[in-house]
């Protein structure tokens, strides 16, 4: 009975220890040198609730707070929305290098929130060559079910796009 009980205490604490790990999943081009992006441009996110300005806003502020230079994102979205990206391929190495032109954008962050927010997805993309250096599904900390706000939000994004 002892040996029993001890499995399930181990097995307890081991799952108390996954609970408490991020259940973001971030996956990042590891050749990339995320290091050398430190203008990067946000556009407003696609957001259900409309508050995808605010995300991006405050993802830039954060940014800079962490001595990045985010760049103009009303210019980034409006060459996005004049080049839209292909299926297998993603947005073209034409709209990458008139956003590097127009804003001196090092990369560029592309998000959308779930319709209950418990969830932003996010890719990056590097202008230079056009290479998607990082991409991923980013959750509220801990056991929260949502995100709460768009600070949380930004928060949660620099948190995994700067690790």
């Known amino acids: ?18 609970c408490a790990r991020s259940r973001s999943i971030i996956k990042r081009d590891d050749e ?8 990067i441009g946000v556009p407003a996110f696609v957001d259900p609730r409309g508050d995808g300005q605010k995300i991006a806003d405050a993802i830039n502020r954060d940014l800079a707070a962490l001595t990045y230079n985010p760049v103009d994102g009303k ?22 290098e ?5 804003t001196s954008a090092d990369a560029v962050i592309i998000g959308r929130m779930s319709p209950n927010w418990d969830a932003a997805f996010i890719m990056m993309f590097e ?11 980013i959750r509220p900390p801990g056991r929260k079910k949502a995100f709460k706000n768009p600070d949380e939000i930004a928060l949660a994004v620099v948190k995994a796009i700067t690790r």
Request: hydrophobic content about 50%; glycine content about 12%.
């Open 32 to 39: 990339a040198g995320f290091g050398g992006y430190r203008a």
């Open 127 to 137: 202008t230079n060559m056009g290479e998607q250096v990082l991409k991923g599904i």
């Open 1 to 18: 009975m002892k040996l029993r009980s001890r499995i399930a205490f181990v097995l307890g604490v081991l799952a108390l220890v996954g």
């Open 75 to 96: 210019v980034v979205a409006k060459i996005l929305a004049q080049h839209k990206p292909s299926k297998d391929f993603g947005y073209s190495l034409e709209a990458l």
């Open 98 to 102: 008139l956003i590097r032109n127009q």
